[in-house]
């Protein structure tokens, strides 16, 4: 009997019959962030990476080389026959000294003693080139374009910003919930769900046909649906533990084809019980933003985005986007800065019908109370209102455009329940191109008004008892809201298309990888 | 014209047609967490939450109110008549003076001057009610039963686990995802998938019958699936940004019906880019783990759990279960206190083995290098090797019993390619009760070798030309893990069966609410 070999291992009664390869000292690796805010010189450097560009003159051969923790790139310095086997794409190891640079667009350089190829490039067959590439086309290629810097830089936004909302939720004491994605109910009465089921044709080439019955059978006993919201799941949860959110997948099978929508899109969700006062809720959404926008300007991320935006305006690869650097600092600084209008949807109104008699405005759809809000109004409430920068809430919608679990406006109910006039006691928040960037409510927390509410619009049945449950045996009042999270990235980054901050997005007819 | 009278409207030139109506002054609502952290004596204190119990007696009445920010209530005393109206489980609204107690339970009580009832409780028809009801029965109410104190501190636990965790990940300079849900291949060619499809029948009654076709309309124009695993998603994204998470919901159409699986599930997966060593990515889990451990020993969160497993021990509310609180701590330190054990497969064997020739332990099934680890052997190594408080990583499972994407051992590679006794570069991670919380290994990177295994393992087609593709356009060796959260929750807490840690469990034939 003798000790294991094993490092760590804490049995001694053995021998280890195949023990691990302990692997020689190995350089530590730097990332490139690191090196590059390092300001000393080194040696023994060790950068692992891909090559981004590739200059060879006759003594000597640059490598810029990225590895995605930043937009930059560590400038390496190569003999030319060490750089030889190299080209764009290429992922690789440099070892060498970091030096002060000669250079006037770095302050050091690596000056590479050997170099490894850990994966060659297929250039020629590579659907990613070097070279301006559509966003259409980009699309198709969900698995690679993340490579591309600047959408790597869209994936540090979106981590970053899940890490601002984890941790203001968690200060203001809101438990992070999993709310389920296979559902029994159709929330908000939409009827474009997608369809769960299993043992059904595999073959992604095999349709069902006519007497493939046993191929639907039904695992949980009846028709199942991706969830669209989970706020009714999010509210039991509330009158648990108080105040609740999450940040879950949210599905719709909508057959819209915009840079606004898709059939796979996260959706934050929160919801506060003891409240029956609306402003409460929208304090929270803009509370919420407020930190975001004042996490993103203090940050490394914040400030990459505005470089990558000033290159690609100087380089005019995106033509049609006329958003620049300061405009989407502007628009983050208004974010930041709180105190967001607040107005009612007939004061909206009135406002668009005052634009359209003073000939301020003109619009394609004549804005109309019981019409509702069109997306070119609720633009140029945006611009107006909130003057571009600022979000505007718009509140008190009528009853008659809102699904059926708004609680009615403290005004409406008392004047004039349930005529045609009735508001309920809600907002959305609209943004500048985007639009509607979230929506919230006070909820209908009593048990008789909900069913009326659910008469009403037709929901009655559908497997909501259980909702109804939440108002029998100690319902508080209580609200809550939902923001489209992609939308939100692609307001923050200004990216114009959500299928564009996604990385795999979903739509009809397109789910690639 | 004049100013618009809605606080915070920054428009002057109009009547605003519906203003909010601002709420007079109000109390400030305290929670009872922090109503129960004030030792000074305090009036006008406005409490708002659930009655757990009540006393009545001649002269007062002892009502017990939480709103489960904490396992404790807040012991509210008032006059007989004002308490006349209550019952356990109604929402109500105590405003009164926070004054030091005579009684020896508590420090402080609210001897209250004024009750409001937010909603009532129909006690006679509450599915809830309170005594000790089976957790069996408990599984049918989904939506009622966070409200039991010691459900509502198991909500509060997985959001601060998610909060360890987004900081830990932040801290090492992972990059957190959202991989897709909707997928069009299955990950590891389990097979035993859902489906998902638009347009099929709504009702929830009524099955697809023959001829049905029109209903089964192809959103994606092909199949499309619910993923099983984001892994072969991050690995795109690691090959963008280099290091990457996610905490992602997933699925199996499994008809399992055991206290360790669900049908929806969320997995924490990470990759990381430029390691040739599976000891890297164990560290991550290990260090990963020792984050969460240590937050959870220092927590309020930790020490009320402690004390709820104290209570229920001591009232016999869970007989079969034997884990004591101490015994959930030294869980809780053993991962906390890291270093945890790391053996091969083929040393587990032989350990296995040599367990039943010296009659130290008998298995059902005799533990065979080529059947694999069956459940009591994987519960035997951590009950021996981790001495039943630190998980076991075992290391090295012959490639026969491992999916394609996994690089082999690097002992095996150079020694004995291809042989049947071939093994990979993989680990399970082991701990008591549970068996495996952890899985992950080095990924083959070289694409014809990927190629071979995928071959090899009857994986070809099936739409992963793309996860191909990643091995062809400069190519990095990365490895990766996944950890299946909701036992990661059931480990953490000392909940026996998955069902009960998760708010609204889908498996077989069951999918409430």
Chains 1, 2 share one sequence.
Not at 136 to 151: F, G, M, S, V
Not at 171 to 194: K, L, M, N, R, Y
Not at 452 to 464: D, I, P, Y
Request: glycine share 6%; net charge negative.
């Amino acid at each position: 009997m003798r000790a294991c070999l094993w490092r760590r291992c804490n049995f001694r009664s053995h021998e280890c019959l195949r023990p691990f390869s302990v692997s020689p000292v190995k350089h530590e690796r730097v990332d490139v962030a690191r090196l590059l805010s390092q300001q000393t010189e080194a040696n023994g450097v060790d950068v692992h990476g891909w090559v981004r560009s590739l200059r060879r003159q006759k003594k000597v051969a640059f490598v810029a080389v990225g590895d995605g923790t930043t937009l930059e790139s560590v400038q390496a310095v190569l003999k030319p026959e060490d750089a030889a086997q190299l080209s764009t794409g290429a992922a690789v190891r440099l070892t060498g000294s970091w030096k002060a640079s000669k250079g006037s667009k770095q302050s050091h350089e690596l000056q590479v003693t050997q170099v490894a190829i850990l994966g060659a490039n297929d250039a020629e067959h590579n659907p990613l080139q070097p070279k301006y590439q559509t966003p259409e086309y980009l699309r198709t290629i969900p698995h690679l374009r993340p490579r591309i810097p600047a959408n790597a830089l869209l994936l540090r936004l979106r981590s970053q910003v899940i890490a601002s909302l984890t941790h203001f939720f968690n200060q203001q004491g809101f438990v992070q919930t999993h709310t389920p994605i296979i559902t029994s109910s159709d929330c908000e009465g939409a009827g474009e769900v997608f369809t769960v089921s299993s043992n059904a044709a595999k073959d992604s080439e095999q349709r069902l046909k006519p007497g493939d019955q046993a191929q639907v059978e039904h695992f949980f006993r009846t028709n199942k649906y991706l969830t669209v919201s989970a706020q009714l799941h999010l509210e039991a949860l509330a009158q648990a533990v108080d105040k609740v959110w999450t940040l879950s997948p949210t599905f719709r099978a909508e057959r819209s084809d915009t840079p606004r929508h898709l059939s796979e899109f996260y959706m934050l969700e929160a919801e506060l019980c003891f409240t029956n006062d609306l402003s409460d809720v929208m304090t929270v959404v803009e509370n919420m933003l407020v930190a975001v926008a004042s996490d993103l300007l203090s940050s490394h991320t914040g400030a990459e985005l505005l470089k990558a935006r000033e290159s690609s305006q100087a380089e005019h690869e995106s033509p049609t986007d006329s958003l620049t650097a300061a405009d989407l600092k502007a628009r983050w600084t208004g974010l930041a800065s709180g105190a967001w209008p607040r107005i009612t949807y007939a004061h909206a109104i009135h406002l668009l019908q005052t634009a359209v008699t003073t000939s301020s405005a003109t619009f394609a759809f004549e804005p109309s109370y019981e019409v509702g809000l069109q997306a070119e109004h609720e633009r140029w409430l945006a611009a107006t209102v909130g003057e571009g920068q600022r979000p505007v809430f718009v509140t008190d919608y009528p009853a008659a455009q809102k699904p059926f679990y708004m609680a009615p406006s403290p005004t409406s109910s008392e004047s004039s329940g349930g005529d045609e006039h009735s508001t309920v006691a809600c907002f959305d928040l609209l943004v500048s191109e985007l639009c509607e960037l979230a929506g919230g409510s006070l909820r209908e927390h009593r048990v008789q008004e909900l069913q009326v509410a659910m008469q009403g619009k037709g929901v009655e049945g559908g497997g909501l008892e259980w909702y109804q449950d939440l108002r029998r045996y100690g319902s508080v009042p209580h609200g809550g809201f939902g923001l489209g999270f992609d939308r939100l990235i692609c307001y923050l980054s200004g990216v114009g298309n959500v299928r564009d901050v996604v990385a795999f997005p979903r739509w009809v007819g397109r789910c690639e990888c």
